[in-house]
């Protein structure tokens, strides 16, 4: 499984961004998907999860501000980030487990407040 995130960028507090994970293969319709971040310093922490079904949980700091989802026909999945803080800064990685754990390469998100 390769994973391929995109759509980080910088934004001032309050703003919105879309991050999207593209897999390859035919797994990723049958697979559980997640996000996961990573601030400076810090230990990498999980922020959601898409079963295959599309039920969704997410880490509560980001409660009622990202909203993540799939779409299988295009083996792509989606973070949707608004009224963004900046203890939201980091590395975003979107994450699979089959056998092993898969990850991206990550997508800087910077949040300016």
Same mark, same amino acid.
């Given at each position: 499984? #390769?994973?391929?995130?995109?759509?980080?960028?910088?934004? #001032?507090?309050?703003?919105?961004?879309?991050?999207?994970?593209?897999?390859?293969?035919?797994?990723?319709?049958?697979?559980?998907? /997640?996000?996961?971040?990573?601030?400076?310093? @810090? #230990?990498?922490?999980?922020? *959601? +999860? &898409?079963? *295959?079904?599309?039920?969704?949980?997410?880490? /509560?700091?980001? @409660?009622?501000?990202?909203? &993540?989802? +799939? !779409?299988? *026909? @295009?083996?792509?999945?989606?973070?949707?980030? !608004?009224?963004?803080?900046?203890? /939201?800064?980091?590395?975003?990685?979107?994450?699979?487990?089959?056998?092993?754990?898969?990850?991206?390469?990550? =997508?800087?998100? =910077?949040?300016?407040?």
């Amino acid at each position: 499984v #390769q994973l391929v995130e995109s759509g980080g960028g910088l934004v #001032q507090a309050g703003g919105s961004l879309r991050l999207s994970c593209a897999a390859s293969g035919s797994l990723f319709k049958v697979l559980a998907m /997640d996000w996961y971040r990573q601030a400076p310093g @810090k #230990q990498r922490e999980w922020v *959601a +999860r &898409i079963t *295959a079904g599309g039920a969704t949980t997410y880490t /509560d700091s980001v @409660k009622g501000r990202f909203t &993540i989802s +799939r !779409d299988n *026909a @295009k083996n792509t999945m989606f973070l949707q980030m !608004d009224n963004l803080k900046s203890e /939201d800064t980091g590395v975003y990685y979107c994450g699979a487990f089959f056998r092993a754990q898969y990850w991206g390469q990550g =997508t800087q998100v =910077t949040v300016s407040s």
